[in-house]
């Protein structure tokens, strides 16, 4: 199985900063991409950004400018460096990967269990 491992989130103030890690182990023969989502209380979970194994790059709009996502092969972790942070950019961020599975022998998702960011003074 592939596991997903999150860490990096908390409080912050207003205009603060974090920084999001994200380790992909387990039975790994590939990852395409990797990225970030978030869910807010009564919202649908959105994507915050993504990275490709070729370090081709999507941001959500609301994002773009403040966030910035990038990633080790070497060591299957994904990066999103959070600045200039605002109240509405609190959520639950989860982590994503399509990964080559060597047990399923395919392509799979697989999720965090989400990291908590809240921005509040």
């Known amino acids: 199985q592939v596991q997903l491992v999150e860490s990096g989130g908390g409080l912050v103030q207003p205009g603060g900063s974090l920084r999001l890690s994200c380790a992909a182990s387990?039975?790994?023969?590939?990852?395409?991409?990797m990225g970030w989502y978030r869910q807010a209380p009564e919202k649908q979970r959105e994507l915050v950004g993504l990275?490709?194994?070729?370090?081709?790059?999507n941001y959500a709009d609301s994002v773009k400018g403040r966030f910035t996502i990038s990633r080790d092969n070497a060591k299957n972790t994904v990066y999103l460096q959070m600045d200039s942070l605002k109240p509405e950019d609190t959520a639950v961020y989860y982590c994503?990967?399509?990964?080559?599975?060597?047990?399923?022998?395919?392509?799979?998702?697989?999720w965090g269990e989400g990291t908590q960011v809240t921005v509040s003074s």
């Open positions: 994503h990967a399509r990964v080559y599975s060597t047990t399923m022998r395919s392509w799979q998702s697989y």
């Open positions: 990275i490709s194994s070729g370090d081709i790059i």
């Open positions: 387990g039975s790994i023969a590939s990852i395409s991409y």
